[in-house]
């Protein structure tokens, strides 16, 4: 069965330097997501993702956050210069199509630790 | 959205039924309800959704409420792969982007 899948599992950095967050969404979908879930905290959208543009962004997604889908098969989130509060699980996701029945579909996540 | 609100937690026995409500008051009549779930230390995945009539699926079934403000996810035999945070999500037909807003969900806790 086609699934998400994210690398690495878990990244450790020190605050202030860049990370890169990959994920490889299911083949033939053209919608993609991040989200972010803080310790013991709700699930909460960061940006989507649509041929090859966002159409949409939360607050949380700020000048320090980039997406790009760089080959056609891979999907990044980059954070310039990471801050504490950044640490949390970063969950990508992907969808087939446009459409309200249309599921998403999540990668396993990357622990982000900042410290 | 519309805003929904769940049990913060709930508890069942394997082998059992477990009903896992959901209240949406505010729901409009192009919203349809899904349901995600998340298992520890995993990403959120798909369960099941509907618009009005009950929906079956293999992992569960949903039984919504004539007036659509309350639906319920249905387990019809918990084990223990099942205890997860369940959350109730509203999405509206309109626009493209589907973006999933999450609540805090129904942590389900499954006893041996």
């Known amino acids: 069965e086609p699934e998400v899948t994210q690398t690495p599992s878990h990244q450790v950095t020190q605050m202030g330097q860049e990370v890169i967050l990959r994920c490889v969404p299911i083949?033939?979908?053209?919608?993609f997501y991040w989200y972010r879930q803080i310790l013991g905290q709700k699930v909460e959208f960061l940006v989507s993702?649509?041929?090859?543009?966002?159409?949409?962004k939360s607050e949380i997604f700020d000048d320090q956050f980039s997406v790009e889908r760089p080959d056609g098969s891979n999907f990044t989130l980059k954070i310039r210069s990471t801050k504490l509060e950044d640490s949390a699980m970063y969950f990508c996701?992907?969808?087939?199509?446009?459409?309200?029945?249309?599921?998403?579909?999540f990668g396993p996540g990357t622990r982000l630790t900042v410290l | 959205d519309a805003k929904t609100t769940q049990p913060n937690s709930m508890e069942s026995n394997e082998e059992e039924p477990v009903h896992l409500p959901c209240n949406h008051s505010?729901?409009?009549?192009?919203?349809?309800i899904h349901w995600y779930r998340q298992l520890p230390s995993q990403g959120p995945e798909y369960v099941i959704h509907?618009?009005?009539s009950n929906v079956n699926n293999r992992m569960a079934s949903l039984a919504i409420a004539e007036d659509r403000k309350s639906s319920t996810l249905i387990l019809h035999r918990a084990t223990l792969r099942d205890a997860a945070v369940y959350y109730c999500?509203?999405?509206?037909?309109?626009?493209?982007?589907?973006?999933?807003?999450f609540g805090k969900g129904t942590l389900l806790t499954v006893n041996p």
């Open positions: 996701a992907s969808r087939l199509t446009s459409g309200v029945l249309n599921e998403q579909f």
């Open positions: 083949s033939n979908h053209l919608y």
């Open positions: 993702f649509y041929n090859n543009e966002i159409s949409e």
């Open positions: 505010t729901i409009s009549g192009t919203d349809y």
């Open positions: 509907g618009l009005t």
């Open positions: 999500i509203l999405k509206g037909s309109g626009g493209s982007n589907y973006k999933l807003t």
